[in-house]
């Protein structure tokens, strides 16, 4: 009885390689979005702003990180 409880616990999340580069590259990308933060001026088609480099870098980044992890998790439901 207590081997057929063993075998219906939920195995423990671990990640995988590609989690774990693509944590590795988030991070180094953000020490060096952190590292550079003085303001560039951006030119827009119909304005300009100013903002610090941290945005430039990390925003898009970010955004990048988060539509791959949400591509991935979508091939993993359809796989699954």
Do not use: C, Y
Not at 29 to 40: D, G, R, T
């Amino acid at each position: 009885m207590a081997d057929d409880d063993a075998n219906r616990r939920p195995k423990p999340w671990r990640p995988n390689s590609r989690q774990v580069f693509g944590s590795i590259v988030l991070v180094v990308l953000l020490v060096f979005a952190f590292v550079n933060l003085e303001k560039a001026k951006i030119d827009f088609v119909f304005s300009q702003v100013t903002i610090p480099i941290f945005f430039v870098i990390a925003v898009p980044a970010l955004l990048g990180f988060a539509v791959g992890m949400l591509f991935q998790r979508h091939q993993d439901r359809r796989r699954g």
